[in-house]
């Protein structure tokens, strides 16, 4: 079966469009998260920053439709990731979004350019190419040992290779998770280089959550993410 | 070449090697416990049946049909009711039979029986039904003191041509036995291999073992230091143990001698492949207790697929949620569980068929040697097949519930960074 995504163009979409975004816990009803309006260009690279329990894990989450917002429209690439459903939904995350996690979280036991190839899989990308694909990314992200098992990796080519893999696929949109918590400085510094770089070399824009606040400068744009209570704090203050 | 389903699935074993060689060897071993059971049963039963060969009636005076027949065909015991050759001249000339053949048991040399018969029984006794006695080598006896050995005993004895033997009074290792060193047989014969009991046995003329049993008798009257010859011979050593008779084709003739024998007190009379099926039809029960074990045995490896399956998805959460966030859908992260079960439940009952043979080569090889019973334990092509597919679907089974723990599992709860 052929699943179509009504993907416009990208030139002139948004590669993100959220808008008047809520979110509830299911179980207390306490707002989570709220968000009247962000947008984010192709290319763009958007660092959002916020207090603990902001609700930035859940954006990501929402924005990669692994969570159904309270209320609210996520759009990527134009296409509004919650109306689809199951397996369309699935295919589109793998096809449409790249994700760079705090802990890499890769595939243990498997190589690393099997890990990249384990994001290529998913997509409609043809089989053939996989390999060579996954090298290349690689070799550009500085990784000399493609066939080396990820867990003999340093955690700094670990993360290297979760930049590979959350691109593997050309998304429209990379979301990134704390991607420099579990680095040193000068680690972090690197790592950030080369996902900014990889991005804005294949176009796609970058949403990072961060509570770093040293690397917010780098980014085309700074967005704080203020929690349900601070937003109601300043709205009280401000009446 | 590219990632698949199949190289996650694989190499998600191979991380997990012990705990899935323990779970592949479980379903191996209840496989090969069920195919061994399942192809013993119905060769045990097949041979038994051949073992009975063309005989429809063994006449004898033993106390029952089945002891006449294990003793008498099958070689279990000495018969202990002897029947004297004038009774059986008597039986002989009282019944149209198309043939019957006298033996006598009650001797052996060492752990074989030797059965005292005449040419008869190479010429009208068909040890499996539609088939000859063949020679492998030699000729068969046909003066006093001359032996053919059986295949089995031939080789197990490691008798051959020109040997000679002496003959023990008595069965196998039995108590108050004594050889009778005085008298040499030689091997004359040794048969080829027939499939049945009577491969383990060793044959000789009547007058040889009436011979003996006449200078155990002279002995007692004249002192140790005498000879004995056919001439010495009485009607009293004249016995044997058992009649071998068949009336060919008369159906009709067979129910007439058959009943008329069945209501004479003095004789007992068995009809073969009856008797060897009455007697599975009271170890069916044994052996139903037996399968049902096999099956217990076979539910509990199914229990330890779901028990290794489901306690590795712990481990696994992780990965299935990498995968998920990568595009996997559910159902696809709920096949490869099933793929995996399927995989433990396909090479488990290979290894299990293979276990079978092993298993079945070794029972062969006892049964042969101890009993004598040569059987096949082979099932068709497609009863393994059917083995296979029945491992296949019951780890499928087992799989359920670890897949469905993959497919509910929460990417959010799954990837949350552990605190």
Same mark, same amino acid.
């Given at each position: ?44 690279? +958007?660092?959002? &920053?916020?207090?603990?329990?902001? $609700?930035? !894990? ?5 924005? @990669?439709? /692994? %969570? ?31 994700? +760079?996690?705090? &802990?890499?979280?890769?595939?243990? $036991?498997? !190589? ?5 190839? @384990?994001? /290529? %899989? ?49 998304? @429209? ?52 993410? @203020? ?13 | ?419």
């Amino acid at each position: 079966m052929t699943i179509r995504f009504d993907v416009q163009n990208t030139e002139t979409t948004p590669a993100l469009r959220i808008s008047s975004l809520a979110h509830r816990y299911a179980s207390s009803g306490t707002p989570a998260l709220q968000i009247d309006a962000l947008t984010l260009d192709p290319g763009e690279q +958007v660092v959002l &920053t916020g207090s603990s329990g902001s $609700g930035k !894990s859940t954006l990501l989450h929402l924005v @990669a439709g /692994l %969570m159904d917002p309270s209320s609210g429209t996520i759009e990527i690439a134009g296409e509004d990731i919650h109306k689809l459903n199951g397996h369309a939904r699935d295919r589109f995350r793998g096809r449409s979004v790249g994700m +760079v996690f705090q &802990t890499h979280h890769l595939l243990t $036991g498997f !190589s690393a350019e099997e890990n990249v190839m @384990a994001a /290529l %899989m998913f997509s409609d990308i043809p089989r053939g190419s996989h390999r060579d694909r996954a090298r290349t990314l690689l070799e550009s992200l500085g990784i000399p040992t493609p066939s080396q098992r990820v867990e003999r990796l340093s955690i700094g080519q670990q993360q290297r290779v979760a930049i590979a893999r959350a691109l593997a696929c050309d998304p @429209a949109l990379v979301l990134a998770d704390e991607p420099t918590a579990s680095l040193d400085p000068d680690n972090a510094q690197v790592a950030l280089d080369l996902l900014q770089d990889a991005c804005r070399s294949s176009n796609a824009a970058l949403l990072c959550v961060t509570h770093d606040q040293r690397f917010v400068d780098r980014f085309d744009r700074h967005e704080h993410l @203020a929690s349900p209570l601070e937003q109601l704090q300043g709205a009280l203050e401000g009446a | 070449m590219s990632m698949s389903d199949w190289n996650i699935v694989t190499r998600s074993m191979r991380t997990r090697t012990f705990s899935s060689i323990v779970t592949i060897l479980s379903v191996a071993i209840a496989v090969g416990l069920v195919t061994l059971l399942i192809s013993m049963r119905d060769a045990g039963e097949n041979s038994f049946k051949r073992g009975t060969g063309n005989v429809q009636m063994l006449i004898s005076k033993e106390a029952g049909p089945l002891p006449s027949v294990l003793n008498s065909m099958f070689y279990a015991s000495p018969p202990t009711t002897p029947i004297t050759w004038a009774q059986y001249l008597e039986l002989k000339r009282s019944y149209p039979f198309a043939w019957t053949v006298p033996t006598q048991l009650g001797d052996s040399y060492l752990d074989a029986p030797v059965m005292g018969t005449d040419g008869s029984f190479f010429e009208s006794f068909q040890p499996a039904q539609g088939t000859d006695w063949t020679l492998a080598t030699g000729v068969y006896f046909d003066e006093p003191f001359q032996v053919v050995v059986g295949a089995d005993a031939s080789a197990r004895l490691g008798l051959s041509l020109g040997d000679t033997i002496s003959l023990e009074h008595g069965a196998p290792r039995s108590e108050g036995g004594h050889t009778h060193d005085e008298f040499s047989f030689e091997v004359v014969g040794i048969l080829e291999s027939t499939g049945t009991a009577h491969d383990r046995a060793i044959f000789t003329s009547l007058d040889s073992s009436w011979i003996i049993h006449a200078h155990d008798r002279r002995e007692a009257i004249f002192g140790h230091g005498i000879t004995t010859s056919i001439d010495d011979l009485i009607h009293e050593d004249m016995k044997i143990t058992a009649v071998y008779a068949s009336l060919g084709n008369r159906k009709g003739a067979l129910v007439q001698v058959l009943s008329a024998l069945l209501r004479d007190p003095n004789w007992t009379v068995a009809s073969p492949a009856d008797t060897v099926g009455n007697l599975f039809s009271i170890v069916s029960n044994i052996d139903q207790v037996l399968l049902a074990m096999a099956i217990a045995v076979m539910l509990s490896s199914g229990v330890s697929i779901l028990l290794a399956l489901y306690n590795s998805m712990e481990q696994r959460r992780k990965q299935i949620a990498v995968l998920r966030v990568l595009g996997a859908s559910r159902p696809r992260v709920f096949s490869m569980v099933l793929t995996e079960s399927a995989i433990i439940g396909l090479i488990g009952g290979a290894i299990g068929i293979a276990l079978s043979f092993l298993g079945g080569l070794i029972v062969t090889n006892v049964l042969a040697q101890r009993v004598g019973i040569v059987i096949e334990p082979a099932l068709p092509l497609d009863g393994y097949l059917m083995i296979v597919l029945a491992s296949v679907a019951l780890s499928c089974i087992a799989g359920v519930l670890p897949a469905i723990v993959a497919y509910r599992t929460s990417v959010v709860r799954a990837l949350r960074p552990a605190m």
